[in-house]
């Protein structure tokens, strides 16, 4: 099915001052759309226009890097922009996904710090990820447009490390927009939702 340019969740000044309206507006509007334009382009030429997202993203890692790199991105963003809301992130988590991340990431802080260095640590653009892999929670990091779908595990929250999600309000200093992103911006409903869809 061709992929669609969905709307953001809230309005673009909800996120303010964490996230500006000036990069919601370029980053959803030109680099997601970019994402949209070429992916459908790509998956047409290679006669998979008719699969999900993600079977695009699972069946051309490896094989076609063009188009995995613009599916892949379609699919970050879809998700990135639903693990945002106003007045979001901190530690007041839903109960099992707080139940989960003390037993298998030894608590929230533990977690905070974990994911955070996952996103700094991650070499120029790519994302930083807590996924649920073989019943368990997990955090990583990937290059580029890759994510832990082709690596055998489902992603419930990621956070975008690329300098267009960050360079216009933190300039180079992308540890403190990754703590300002789990401090308030997360939305935990949203990973409860990947997550119980993960589990079961
Ligand atoms: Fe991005």
């Given at each position: 099915m061709a992929f669609e340019l969905p709307a953001l969740p809230?309005?673009?000044?909800?996120?303010?001052?964490?996230?500006?309206k000036e990069t919601l507006e370029y980053h959803h509007d030109k680099h997601h759309k970019a994402y949209v334009d070429n992916g459908n382009k790509l998956a047409a030429e290679a006669g998979l226009a008719d699969l999900s997202v993600e079977e695009v993203v699972k069946k051309s890692f490896g094989t076609n890097q063009g188009l995995f790199n613009n599916a892949a991105q379609h699919y970050n963003h879809v998700h990135f922009w639903k693990w945002m809301k106003k007045d979001g992130g901190g530690n007041k988590l839903p109960g099992k996904l707080q139940a989960a991340i003390d037993s298998d990431l030894g608590g929230y802080d533990k977690f905070k710090a974990d994911f955070i260095a996952a996103g700094t640590t991650q070499f120029g653009s790519g994302w930083a990820w807590l996924s649920v892999k073989d019943g368990k929670l997990a955090i990583s990091k990937t290059p580029n447009g890759e994510n832990p779908l082709v690596h055998g595990a489902s992603p419930i929250l990621g956070v975008d490390?690329?300098?267009?999600?960050?360079y216009i309000d933190y300039r180079n200093a992308r540890p403190k927009y990754l703590e300002a992103f789990v401090d308030s911006l997360i939305n935990w409903d949203y990973v409860l939702e990947m997550y119980e869809a993960a589990s079961t």
């Amino acid at each position: 099915m061709a992929f669609e340019l969905p709307a953001l969740p809230y309005d673009y000044e909800a996120l303010a001052p964490f996230m500006s309206k000036e990069t919601l507006e370029y980053h959803h509007d030109k680099h997601h759309k970019a994402y949209v334009d070429n992916g459908n382009k790509l998956a047409a030429e290679a006669g998979l226009a008719d699969l999900s997202v993600e079977e695009v993203v699972k069946k051309s890692f490896g094989t076609n890097q063009g188009l995995f790199n613009n599916a892949a991105q379609h699919y970050n963003h879809v998700h990135f922009w639903k693990w945002m809301k106003k007045d979001g992130g901190g530690n007041k988590l839903p109960g099992k996904l707080q139940a989960a991340i003390d037993s298998d990431l030894g608590g929230y802080d533990k977690f905070k710090a974990d994911f955070i260095a996952a996103g700094t640590t991650q070499f120029g653009s790519g994302w930083a990820w807590l996924s649920v892999k073989d019943g368990k929670l997990a955090i990583s990091k990937t290059p580029n447009g890759e994510n832990p779908l082709v690596h055998g595990a489902s992603p419930i929250l990621g956070v975008d490390v690329w300098e267009h999600s960050y360079y216009i309000d933190y300039r180079n200093a992308r540890p403190k927009y990754l703590e300002a992103f789990v401090d308030s911006l997360i939305n935990w409903d949203y990973v409860l939702e990947m997550y119980e869809a993960a589990s079961t």
